[in-house]
């Protein structure tokens, strides 16, 4: 019997957040910090001829100006290193990538020069006052374009700007069994950029302790192990023991703070150049042109299925646009968390997939909230879709035909993964009570008979949650394993501390780990406190990504609470002068006894201090009470769901009206409802964002159109009607908790269901596709071309 | 330029270059770091505070401007350590992730529920365009703020 476990237990970060207590990098000041401004390239594609800082320099309350060149050099600071790649498949081509740039920009908001100042203010003045020459070269933004003969290059050593070529499965038999199929269903489209958005832009301070040579670092990041790893190995030289980086709260990240940014180099350099802190907050404008973005590919998609619905076979050709550099882990992204989900929930005998990862004049992309996988979902679902469509039959019943019967896990797709467990048909079944799917159907008729424009949309989904195991990953290209640290530290009084490898940036995890923690002994939460984000204090850690935390995060702490479990049943054994064996823990009520004399028992609190005091242990048990684990992972947990949206089009204006959304997920067990739910409305919406209005959009010449707030459609409260949401449990086989991912699905599901519907409403027009976001003005083209006014 | 205000209660005053914004001179110069800065362009309402009784984007309002107003920040909210029914509300009804926007949803919140206690969830939905909140979908937002509302009674 759990007490906290599977029980919505209030947030416990919440009361500081709510009071304006957030510890975010942005907020702190250190004593005489100096403040850094980043002078960018206005241009996608130029050489620099010159940069004159001399103006600059001569600005009042202006510490320093430098450029790439000084970056390199080290100077009275480290000689920077190009930021590392930390995926690479084989044949892979990595360009380096310079914090500041030195010969040439490849990216509108390329970093061309630094400068230090006594304020912001100055700082960003003095920018203005940088003279940088530039020799503009003709840039090339497309995706699958950079692969044209002729093509600008972005680099010299990338031959057709190709970085690498990713296949998988078996392509022979895949195009033998479409030709063979009785409908080959063919289809080209584009997922578009999108940005991510984390409401908190991206900070950080550093400040050099020249007494002991050593630096700390506070940044915005999701895993502050791997940027210590990668300052200390790759960019800034530094022994890695000497290097403390702290993440304290982090406003948001949905992938975009995973990854190795130049100012995180930067900023510890200044710090050490004019040994003093150093400050740099981006400004959202900044953001825009540097964080890293997200989707950008162009695909060709090839569906077999027979004439009674069943799906035999699957060719997909993606292009996927990296940007201008690779970033950290830009190349796992369209490749092995990509390309291994196209079987998604359904039974296909036959896949082949290939990416061509190419490299282009804009920001470089990487992974966004699902990160691959919600390519995967929106490519199989549409590509259902139309099947469906082909074969008039409606799309939940031609799914049901195809899905995994949920008695053939674990079952191994044709493309690598082995599914954990999922229970799909349940899904769906779930999902169209809860949508009332029979009748939007009959409204949906009517509608139709009155000329109106309703769409149903149905998505079934799956997700790879918690990359693992490290052999496998690595294998892959990964450059680090992917386990997770916990370890569980119990005070004298009985009091705990947990320190997790895990980052929470928005998922909770103080309560949640905190619930973990207090099932496992029996004791009250609010004797537990989770520390996460600070490599000093915290062992060795992956961090959070890939919706693992619970999964692997989760699972080294219900290890080490094992470990501490067994200790203290050892010293209560000797004390009790009983067989360690007939001792029982109760993790109820935090105590042990002899079994059968429940009356004598020892609580979690006495035992602790038994170790503190030492005085009378048995021979071979060492005082003190702390257990660390590092936790790797059998395989993914796998995720899935049902959503179903309706829409109904205005025929005038094209604009989509977004009525109703269900949702039925089945992330595993639940350890906190609350939360739980909380991620997956929070991952719909951000899912209907990327359907309806988000685009990353670049001219030509490799401008961000929608470079602002302003001008980048970002999901605002207005915009949706209530969310249904609902879930089944099949609960992971694999891990301690059975819990599965949860951050990703909403996003992964989303995206497709509501471009279903959508695309359900056109269908009567003709209308066989369209590329998301589906805007009105799109929309308004198509039926304007499809010759039909909606009845005007 | 001398600039004097009430903030959260509290006179103060300071010696700022005209340039600078009220959303700096909160931050940097009294160091109330609890209005944060999501944008450079007045769309996303995290660093709201209320000035004279209204609700405003404090990006987009000069220190100078608001010499001789009232104004409140998130850190002025609570009354004797008790936090404010609507900071309750966004506690009970999880209505914040990461927390980044949190302080300005809650103070354009607060004047959104000003006297209208039972605020229907479009009004909630309208009301709140000129916040944007990246983590929860807006769902529990609206519930908070309608449980805020109710709370607070149609008083403040």
Excluded at chain 1, 520 to 541: A, M, P
Excluded at chain 2, 8 to 37: C, H, M, Q
Aim: charged share 20%; glycine share 10%.
């Amino acid at each position: 019997m759990s007490r906290y476990m599977g029980t919505s237990v209030k947030r416990v970060e919440d009361p500081r957040f709510l009071q304006g207590k957030g510890k975010y990098v942005a907020n702190l000041t250190l004593p005489g910090m100096a403040y850094i401004a980043v002078k960018r390239s206005p241009l996608a594609h130029a050489t620099i001829r010159s940069v004159d800082t001399s103006q600059a320099e001569a600005l009042d309350g202006v510490i320093g100006v430098y450029v790439g060149q000084d970056l390199l050099d080290g100077g009275a600071s480290f000689a920077c290193g190009s930021l590392p790649c930390g995926f690479t498949p084989p044949d892979i081509v990595t360009p380096a990538h310079n914090p500041v740039a030195v010969d040439k920009v490849r990216h509108v908001g390329d970093a061309v020069a630094v400068v230090v100042a006594e304020s912001p203010y100055v700082a960003e003045d003095a920018l203005d006052l940088i003279d940088v020459d530039f020799d503009p070269l003709p840039a090339v933004v497309d995706a699958r374009g950079a692969m044209d003969e002729g093509a600008p290059l972005v680099h010299d050593e990338a031959p057709n700007n190709l970085s690498y070529h990713w296949p998988l499965g078996d392509e022979e038999a895949t195009n033998d069994a479409l030709a063979d199929a009785d409908h080959v269903i063919e289809l080209e489209f584009i997922n578009q950029r999108l940005i991510a958005n984390a409401m908190e832009p991206r900070a950080c301070v550093a400040e050099w302790d020249d007494a002991t040579e050593s630096m700390t670092v506070w940044t915005t990041t999701q895993n502050p192990h791997t940027i210590r790893l990668l300052l200390g190995a790759f960019t800034l030289g530094i022994p890695e023991q000497k290097i403390r980086v702290i993440a304290p709260d982090v406003g948001g990240g949905f992938g975009s703070k995973i990854f190795h940014y130049p100012e995180e180099v930067i900023t510890p350099w200044v710090a050490r150049a004019i040994n003093r802190p150093a400050k740099w907050v981006a400004t959202r404008s900044e953001a825009y042109i540097t964080d890293a973005q997200g989707r950008d590919h162009v695909t060709k998609a090839k569906l077999g299925v027979t004439n009674d619905g069943l799906i035999t076979s699957l060719h997909v050709t993606t292009w996927a646009n990296n940007g201008a550099y690779l970033s950290t882990f830009a190349p796992l992204i369209p490749t092995a968390l990509y390309i291994t989900l196209l079987s998604g929930v359904y039974k296909i005998p036959h896949i082949f997939g290939q990416t061509y990862g190419t490299l282009t004049n804009t920001v470089p992309v990487d992974a966004y909230r699902g990160a691959g996988r919600p390519e995967a979902s929106y490519l199989l679902e549409t590509m259902v879709d139309l099947a469906a469509r082909k074969l008039e039959m409606d799309p939940v019943e031609l799914r049901r035909k195809n899905l995994i019967p949920s008695d053939e896990f674990p079952y191994q797709t044709p493309v690598a993964l082995v599914y954990d467990s999922g229970n799909y048909p349940a899904l769906l079944d779930k999902a169209e009570d809860l949508s009332k799917y029979d009748s939007m159907r009959k409204d949906q008729e009517t509608a139709r008979a009155e000329g109106r424009l309703v769409g149903v949309g149905f998505a079934s989904c799956i997700e790879a949650s918690g990359p693992a195991p490290s052999a496998v990953a690595v294998g892959l290209g990964a450059a680090i394993g992917l386990f997770e640290s916990g370890t569980i530290r119990v005070h004298p009084t009985g009091k705990v501390t947990v320190l997790t490898g895990s980052h929470s940036h928005g998922q909770g995890h103080e309560t949640t780990f905190a619930q973990i923690v207090a099932d496992e002994f029996g004791i009250d939460l609010e004797d537990i406190d989770i520390v996460h984000g600070d490599t000093d204090r915290v062992q060795y850690g992956v961090g959070t990504y890939g919706s693992r935390s619970a999964a692997i995060g989760g699972s080294a702490l219900v290890k080490s609470a094992e470990k501490i479990r067994e200790k203290l049943k050892k010293v209560a054994a000797h004390q009790l002068e009983a067989s360690v064996d007939d001792m029982v823990y109760d993790q109820d009520e935090g105590t042990i006894s002899v079994a059968g004399s429940p009356e004598t028992v020892k609580t979690f609190a006495e035992l602790a201090f038994a170790l503190t005091t030492a005085d009378n242990l048995p021979e071979g048990v060492e005082p003190g009470l702390e257990e660390t684990t590092f936790y790797d992972p059998a395989n993914f947990t796998f995720p899935a769901s049902a959503h179903v949206a309706k829409v109904e089009i205005d025929p005038k204006t094209g604009e989509v009206d977004l009525q109703s959304y269900a949702a039925v997920d089945d992330v595993g067990n639940v350890i906190n409802p609350m939360i739980v739910e909380g991620q997956i409305l929070g991952g719909i919406i951000q899912g209907v964002g990327q359907a309806l209005w988000e685009h990353g959009i670049y001219d030509e010449d490799g401008q961000l159109l929608s470079g602002s707030m302003l001008s980048y459609a970002m999901p605002r409260a207005d915009g949706f009607p209530s969310i249904a949401v609902d879930r089944i449990e099949t609960p992971s086989p694999h891990n301690p908790l059975g819990v599965k991912g949860a951050g990703e699905m909403g996003t992964i599901a989303a995206t497709a269901a509501v471009s279903s519907a959508v695309l359900d409403a056109l269908a009567p027009l003709g209308i066989r596709h369209l590329n998301m976001p589906l805007t009105p003005e799109k929309i308004h083209k198509a039926i304007a071309t499809a010759g039909n006014g909606g009845g005007e | 330029m001398d600039v004097s205000m009430t903030v959260n209660g509290k006179g103060v005053s300071a010696d700022v270059e005209p340039r600078t914004l009220l959303v700096d001179f909160v931050r940097n110069d009294l160091g109330l770091t609890g209005t944060n800065i999501g944008c450079d362009t007045s769309q996303c309402g995290s660093c709201t505070v209320h000035l004279d009784g209204m609700a405003v984007k404090s990006c987009t309002v000069l220190a100078v401007q608001a010499d001789g107003s009232e104004i409140t920040t998130i850190e002025g909210l609570a009354t004797n350590g008790q936090m404010h029914p609507m900071q309750t509300a966004f506690w009970d009804a999880h209505g914040l992730q990461c927390g980044f926007c949190t302080p300005g949803m809650i103070m354009a919140s607060v004047k959104l529920a000003d006297g209208n206690p039972g605020i229907s969830d479009d009004d909630v939905r309208h009301g709140l365009e000129g916040n944007f909140c990246r983590c929860t979908g807006y769902e529990n937002i609206v519930k908070a703020v309608k449980l805020g509302a109710a709370a607070m009674g149609g008083g403040q």
